[in-house]
């Protein structure tokens, strides 16, 4: 048996993806390997591998341990990331890049979520080889399509007309995911109904914090922020939404888009380069807030084209499935295990991840 310390925090801050996708693979390794694998949180006792899923300080002072054995980071997020997520002082920020890319060096080895990420690692001095892409996912289990009769009934606990068209987003509320645009179509298209799930999860600290939140207060009357809620509530609206869309204008492998195809909800998201291998083929892509308006009219017109993007989503869940992402996990972790007793020095060049 493997054992298999994992370190994180993810799960203590509501409302983010970091949080979901360590769930899911916490929920993936205890369905399928309960045997292969021994899994320990927080734990610093030995183990062949130490999986580090966020970057806590304590964490980074753990990596200098012997006991530590194979030490795998995930990487969620770059410092290009925090900065358009977060506001700080430019002393902290400066800190807290280097800090990021620091943590990342002391790994022997990195899971990406998105394969673009390889490059942008690899123009901090990372070597690519020492690099792996495996995709998030979600599991059925918790995310599905539910039958027309049982949309009919959430869109009565929920308040929705039942001839509504729902335009639904999730996410924090922050500059990065495009809120500001969510808000204008919501401005522009009064026959429309939007429904944003998510909120400050950090606080004033998050990017554009003092203007969304007097946004968010003002919001048109087509236009519900539901706050942060919980994941078994989220599986509703993505249900009776016609059509989710996630504005965001930089992401790594959204978690909520996975969401929104395990329910074979079609999805909209704005055209940019980081989604050409994982969302592109089965998504509508949109260039800018009118382009995003022109094909949420078209496809409320069209309902031939919400269903195909429907049938979509649909393939995109056979891809990134549970199932197959078990192996996938599975074959790493084994990898990984195997290089415990190399020489320091060796590199690591196998690839997983891709069908």
């Known amino acids: 048996m493997i054992s298999i310390n994992m370190f994180s925090s993810a799960d203590k801050v509501a409302g983010q993806g970091v949080g979901s996708a360590y769930l899911?693979?916490?929920?993936?390794?205890?369905?399928?390997?309960?045997?292969?694998?021994?899994?320990?949180v927080n734990n610093y006792s030995r183990s062949t591998i130490s999986h580090y899923h966020t970057i806590d300080p304590q964490f980074f002072l753990s990596t200098w341990a012997p006991k530590r054995g194979r030490?795998?980071?995930?990487?969620?997020?770059?410092?290009?990331?925090?900065?358009?997520?977060?506001?700080?002082?430019?002393?902290?920020?400066?800190?807290?890049?280097?800090?990021?890319?620091?943590f990342y060096k002391r790994m022997d080895h990195l899971v990406v979520v998105n394969p673009n990420f390889i490059p942008r690692l690899a123009a901090y001095g990372i070597d690519p080889d020492t690099v792996t892409?495996?995709?998030?996912?979600?599991?059925?289990?918790?995310?599905?399509?539910?039958?027309?009769?049982?949309?009919?009934?959430?869109?009565?606990?929920?308040?929705?007309?039942?001839?509504?068209?729902?335009?639904?987003?999730?996410?924090?509320?922050?500059?990065?995911?495009?809120?500001?645009?969510?808000?204008?179509?919501?401005?522009?298209?009064?026959?429309?109904?939007f429904i944003w799930a998510g909120g400050f999860s950090f606080g004033a600290i998050t990017n554009g914090y003092s203007h969304l939140k007097k946004a968010v207060a003002d919001a048109p009357a087509n236009l519900k922020f539901t706050g942060i809620i919980a994941r078994d509530t989220m599986i509703h609206y993505y249900n009776v939404a016609d059509l989710f869309l996630l504005p965001?204008?930089?992401?790594?492998?959204?978690?909520?888009?996975?969401?929104?195809?395990?329910?074979?909800?079609?999805?909209?998201?704005?055209?940019l380069e980081?989604?050409?291998?994982?969302?592109?083929?089965?998504?509508?892509?949109?260039?800018?807030?009118?382009?995003?308006?022109?094909?949420i009219q078209d496809l409320k017109a069209n309902p031939g084209k919400l269903q195909h993007y429907a049938?979509?989503?649909?393939?995109?869940?056979?891809?990134?499935?549970?199932?197959?992402?078990a192996h996938v996990w599975e074959q790493f972790y084994k990898d990984q295990a195997k290089k415990v007793h190399f020489k320091k020095g060796k590199k690591d060049k196998k690839k997983v991840g891709k069908k």
């Open 133 to 193: 892409y495996i995709p998030n996912f979600v599991a059925t289990k918790t995310f599905h399509p539910e039958t027309a009769e049982r949309q009919k009934l959430l869109r009565e606990d929920l308040g929705i007309d039942q001839d509504a068209f729902v335009v639904f987003g999730a996410g924090q509320v922050q500059e990065r995911k495009g809120i500001d645009d969510f808000i204008e179509l919501a401005k522009r298209n009064p026959d429309v109904q």
């Open 24 to 40: 899911e693979l916490m929920g993936l390794l205890k369905k399928y390997f309960p045997d292969e694998f021994k899994i320990r």
């Open 274 to 295: 980081l989604y050409d291998q994982i969302i592109e083929p089965y998504a509508v892509e949109a260039d800018d807030m009118l382009d995003m308006e022109a094909k």
């Open 311 to 325: 049938e979509l989503s649909a393939v995109a869940t056979d891809e990134y499935s549970e199932e197959h992402l």
């Open 71 to 102: 030490k795998i980071g995930y990487v969620h997020f770059l410092p290009d990331t925090l900065d358009s997520s977060l506001t700080l002082p430019a002393v902290a920020r400066v800190s807290l890049d280097k800090y990021v890319i620091a």
């Open 248 to 271: 965001s204008y930089e992401e790594l492998f959204p978690m909520t888009v996975l969401e929104a195809f395990a329910t074979h909800t079609p999805v909209m998201v704005r055209s």
